[in-house]
């Protein structure tokens, strides 16, 4: 089935780093949706793609659509502490326009 | 405007008891999931529905029922509590994208 892998898995960074990580599928996707959860939290979408090739700014944060289709990146700018949670990739299911699979999770922590 | 709300926050459930997690939307949203997140893991979806009176199994729906009987509603219904379903489960609703709710801690002992 259907699968999504994102990478890292956990990385620790310094405040003020650069953060990059991705997502990729052996599937074509037509969407990519980048959440951010926070401990004891539900997951908030950050920023949603709809085309390939699409690169969406939202702050800090920018996110790529693959021009393959089949990935996608999210990287964060200049770290600040409160960036620190899961970052989830996810994408509609081949069987289902509205019905979504996330990937593993890249977990960020941010040191002061 | 609320989003997406759940009750309880918090329960623990003996072997063997039932509970009904609720969730509700104030978003007229049609499409609405549940979801399990097992520590240290992604989502996995166990049913979802795509308007009232219409519902359909997600990747791990053993263990589970569900029922929409309005487009607010999506109540998941856990029959038989077993320790593998100790996990934390999370409603959500879309329009084209999800918008999810805080979520439920379940423990079963």
């Known amino acids: 089935g259907q699968q999504l892998n994102q990478s890292p898995q956990s990385m620790f960074i310094q405040e003020g780093e650069d953060v990059s990580m991705n997502c990729t599928s052996s599937s074509i996707f037509n969407t990519w949706l980048w959440y951010k959860q926070d401990p004891g939290e539900g997951p908030v979408l950050l920023i949603a793609l709809y085309k390939a090739g699409e690169l969406t700014s939202n702050g800090r944060l920018t996110a790529q659509f693959g021009i393959t289709r089949k990935d996608s990146f999210l990287n964060i700018s200049a770290s600040i502490p409160s960036d620190v949670g899961i970052y989830f990739c996810a994408g509609p299911t081949t069987s289902g326009t509205y019905k979504y699979i996330f990937g593993t999770g890249t977990r960020l922590k941010v040191l002061a | ?109």
């Open chain 2, 1 to 109: 405007n609320a989003g997406v709300t759940q009750t309880p926050k918090f329960r623990i459930l003996k072997i063997g008891q039932s509970m009904t997690l609720q969730c509700t939307q104030d978003m007229n949203h049609n499409y609405m999931y549940w979801y399990r997140q097992d520590p240290g893991m992604g989502l996995k979806l166990i049913y979802y529905s795509v308007g009232a009176g219409i519902t359909d199994k997600g990747e791990v729906p053993n263990g589970y029922n569900v029922s929409r009987s309005t487009t607010e509603d999506f109540p998941l219904r856990l029959e038989l509590a077993a320790p593998s379903q100790t996990s934390v489960y999370f409603c959500a609703s879309s329009s084209v994208t999800q918008y999810f709710g805080p979520g439920t801690r379940l423990t079963v002992l």
